[in-house]
């Protein structure tokens, strides 16, 4: 007889963008994606984080002062960083897994890659100009999104 707690499609998904999440070196938002074929196939993964050689170090994850000591002026978003992260074709008509609703800018960027379908976990921005915007734009677009709906599941790895 076969096993019956193995995980989801959706678990496995969201399981693996929120692990990536916990790359981010951000003090305040650990945020993770995740692509996924049509046949749950991984294409790719990513980030909240500063550009490729860009230092952790060196550059600031202040959210408040000026524009040039804060964050907002050097991250790239998980969802984009996951964009550019895949090297290998065409993204069209796939699902991205992300743990936090996407902002507009990440909303042009899944439009422009041709993903069809965003599952996100967590919408606190929800209401904010940028989150009505990132919705108008999918709306528009015609890529839909849905939440991801929490199993309950807790899972502790040995590492
Ligand atoms: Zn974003």
Known sequence: ???KDYISWDEYFMGIAKLSGM????PNTQVGACIVSDD???????????????????????REGDFLDTKYAYVT????N?????????????TL????????ECAKAIIQAGIKTVVYSDDK???????????????????????????????????
């Open 1 to 3: 007889m076969k096993r």
């Open 23 to 26: 790359r981010s070196k951000d």
């Open 40 to 62: 749950h196939k991984i294409m790719s993964m990513g980030y909240n984080g500063f550009p490729a050689g860009c230092s952790d170090d060196d550059f600031p994850w202040d």
């Open 77 to 80: 978003h998980s969802e984009l």
């Open 82 to 94: 996951a964009i550019l992260n895949f090297r290998g074709g065409t993204l069209e008509g796939t």
């Open 97 to 104: 897994y992300v743990s936090l609703f996407p902002c507009n």
């Open 125 to 159: 921005y929800d209401g904010t100009p940028g989150n009505i915007a990132a919705k108008r734009l999918f709306a528009s677009a015609g890529v839909k999104y849905y939440k991801y709906e929490d199993t309950g599941r807790k899972i502790e790895l040995d590492l």
